[in-house]
């Protein structure tokens, strides 16, 4: 009988020590949430940056050729892009790791940026990294005439593609999981 209480205690210990871990664990994701703030920051200082490009292409447009003011606004763009990409980095994370958010206390919020799974949270990532890439492709392109290095060219147009398959490869294996969790 000694030994069953032995025993007994010590499961209660274990048991003790494997919540206090558990609380430690999942308490940790706070963490994340100065990450989140520094995003945050970060953001705030792009548009900074966005405010002061938009300034100059006001300036300039008027003079500028019609190739020049297709790279300005390809620019402001691109400056967009990561904007978003940023957005949706932080939302998903906050919801994903710090703390879930109830989309019917929030129905005015954009459905694109709650209930983001880490697959969707991929696929939105890489989509958004092949999205900045292609408008740097389209700056080159547009503005052959002065980046004229085809070295650079080259591989800033196998990057692009790299980005591509990689998203490809990504969806591919995402449906592929998927259908396997269907039918197991």
């Known amino acids: 009988m000694d030994g069953v209480a032995f ?5 209660a210990t274990m048991n003790r020590i494997a919540y206090f ?3 430690i664990a999942f308490s940790s994701r706070w963490l994340v ?17 966005f405010v002061i490009k938009l300034v100059d292409f006001v300036g300039q447009v008027r003079g500028a050729e019609t190739s020049d003011a297709i790279v300005g606004i390809l620019n402001l763009v691109d400056l967009t892009l990561v904007a978003n990409l940023i957005v949706i980095v932080i939302c998903s994370s906050y919801e994903n790791f710090v703390s879930p958010i109830d989309d019917s206390k929030h129905p005015t919020w954009p ?5 983001i799974g880490f697959s969707g949270l991929k696929q939105k990532l890489l989509g958004s990294i092949v999205a900045i890439a292609a408008v740097n492709v389209l700056e080159w392109f547009t503005d052959i005439d002065r980046n004229s290095d085809s070295v650079k060219l080259a591989w800033v147009v196998g990057i692009l ?5 990689a998203m490809l490869v990504l969806a591919i294996a995402d449906r592929v999981s998927g259908a396997t969790e269907d039918h197991p």
């Open 33 to 49: 949430a100065p990450f989140l703030l520094g995003l945050i920051f970060g953001l705030a200082v792009l548009l900074y940056k």
């Open 111 to 115: 459905p694109g940026l709650i209930n």
């Open 21 to 23: 871990i558990e609380m």
């Open 161 to 165: 593609l790299a980005f591509a398959v």
């Open 7 to 11: 025993r007994t205690r010590d499961e």
